[in-house]
């Protein structure tokens, strides 16, 4: 049974901190790695993608991928209350459904 | 491009009536799926296809049908609706060539089973 495991949160930060959320996964050959994010009555969108080991960045948002570790993380920097959402960890493994974790809630506190 | 779209938006159904929730995307994804989230949870795949023709169960497909008849459209059947299918449904699509790609979502259906 493939897991995605997260810290379910909330994780509470001020805004302009760094928030890092956080997420580990059970299937050693998982190739792709995608960070969600759902507001509230709302359906997920599409943060990041990661498929390499190291760090992605894009505008406030960087992902990191340790394989050996089975770890991937989401940092956000400069955290805006808009930034205040549930973020999903999916990972996905040849042709099979990506499999997603339950979310971290975040809560940017102005 | 309107991506994924699904209706209805909103439904509220009676116990044991029957419903068909629709779902197309126009991306020419050859991946579709269903997933339903409950309040404060996370997401549950029910159903999915890897192309017109072909489905299979996820994790919880007990209570629902689905066709896929073609590259577009991948509606799920609820059949006797029950009071535990009352949720939100979403529909998402991808493309795999070997390895399934980014999910694209639609905004959801909001189901309520009384």
């Known amino acids: 049974q493939k897991e995605v495991e997260q810290n379910s949160g909330p994780l509470s930060v001020p805004e302009g901190a760094i928030a890092s959320l956080n997420c580990t996964y059970s299937?050693?050959?998982?190739?792709?790695f995608f960070w969600y994010r759902q507001y509230s009555g709302k359906s997920p969108e599409l943060i990041m993608s990661i498929y390499s080991n190291g760090d992605k960045e894009d505008g406030r948002f960087t992902a990191q991928l340790n394989k050996a570790s089975q770890y991937v993380s989401l940092l956000i920097r400069d955290s805006q209350p808009s930034d205040s959402a549930t973020y999903l960890c999916?990972?996905?493994?040849?042709?099979?459904?990506?499999?997603f974790g339950k979310g971290t809630r975040l809560s940017v506190i102005a | 491009n309107a991506g994924v779209t699904q209706t209805p938006k909103f439904r509220i159904l009676k116990i044991g009536q029957s419903m068909t929730l629709q779902c197309t995307q126009d991306?020419?994804?050859?991946?579709m799926y269903w997933y339903r989230q409950d309040p404060g949870m996370g997401l549950k795949l029910i159903y999915y296809?890897?192309?017109?023709?072909?489905?299979d169960k996820g994790e919880v497909p007990n209570g629902y049908n689905v066709s896929r008849s073609t590259t577009e459209d991948f509606p799920l059947r609820l059949e006797l609706a029950a009071p535990s299918q009352t949720s939100v449904y979403f529909c998402a699509s991808s493309y795999s060539t070997g390895t399934v790609d980014t999910q694209y979502f639609g905004p959801g259906t909001r189901l309520t089973v009384l």
């Open positions: 299937d050693r050959v998982s190739q792709s």
């Open positions: 999916a990972v996905g493994s040849g042709n099979t459904p990506l499999v």
């Open positions: 991306m020419n994804h050859n991946y």
């Open positions: 296809s890897v192309g017109a023709g072909i489905t």
